[in-house]
């Protein structure tokens, strides 16, 4: 049985508000990390299908180089998640957006390099044309948010060095397994925005090659 497709258009927009109206996020603690942000951008193909945008960070950035991750970075001062979120799409990917653009918040997930990453469901409306900003990014992708509807998502599996479990999102059409962070708030993407549930993911753990 093929995976639902989402198609780019009210009646997917309409209930993707819904369901991220009914969810109640955990309140945000004081955890002593680093705020971040990050933009779940939902966005149209040349299919008309609802895709999130993803993308292939430059291989020369002091930090995680070539990792999959979504736009978005630490909070400056004096501002929200949103903002924040808004401000590295259009740094990022080239694209600008209003705040109305902002349908939604997820969980907060803290990561163990040090930051607290709130992710922030934004809403495009359209299928546009990315100008990835080559210092930071050197690919974007549109992914169906049908992927995320696959039998083998989520894969999770035990590490020596933690007693939770490493959780990784498969993407066939990337010919890769995102890990988390990026891959635990996806999964809650899917389970809040596609299937209206109240999944929590801030226990699911992150490979070692992502501490540092």
Same mark, same amino acid.
């Given at each position: 049985m093929s995976a639902p497709r989402f198609i780019m258009d009210d009646r997917t927009r309409g209930q993707t508000v819904a369901n991220l109206a009914r969810f109640e996020r955990v309140p945000p603690t004081d955890s002593g990390l680093t705020?971040?942000?990050?933009?779940?951008? @939902?966005?149209a193909n040349d299919s008309n299908e609802a895709c999130f945008v993803i993308t292939r960070r430059a291989s020369d950035m002091r930090d995680h180089p070539g990792q999959w991750a979504l736009p978005g970075g630490r909070m400056d001062a004096g501002e929200t998640a949103a903002q924040t979120a808004l401000r590295e799409t259009e740094e990022e990917v080239g694209l600008s957006l209003p705040p109305a653009s902002v349908i939604g918040l997820l969980d907060d +997930?803290? *990561?163990?390099?040090?930051?607290? @990453? *709130?992710?922030?469901?934004?809403?495009? %409306?359209?299928?546009?044309?990315?100008?990835?900003? &080559?210092?930071?990014?050197?690919?974007? +992708?549109?992914? &169906?948010?049908?992927?995320?509807?696959? &039998? %083998?998502?989520?894969?999770?599996?035990?590490?020596?060095?933690? %007693?939770? &479990?490493? @959780?990784?999102?498969?993407?066939?059409?990337? %010919?890769?397994? @995102?890990h988390a962070p990026t891959a635990a708030i996806l999964y809650q993407l899917r389970e809040v925005v596609l299937r209206g549930e109240s999944t929590r993911v801030a226990h699911y753990e992150q490979p070692v090659f992502a501490w540092r």
């Open positions: 705020p971040a942000a990050v933009a779940l951008l @939902i966005v +997930y803290p *990561t163990r390099s040090g930051f607290v @990453i *709130t992710p922030v469901v934004v809403w495009a %409306d359209e299928n546009p044309i990315f100008l990835p900003n &080559p210092e930071e990014v050197a690919e974007v +992708y549109r992914v &169906p948010l049908a992927c995320l509807e696959h &039998p %083998d998502v989520p894969q999770l599996r035990e590490i020596p060095e933690s %007693d939770r &479990p490493v @959780i990784s999102v498969p993407i066939a059409m990337l %010919d890769a397994s @995102i």
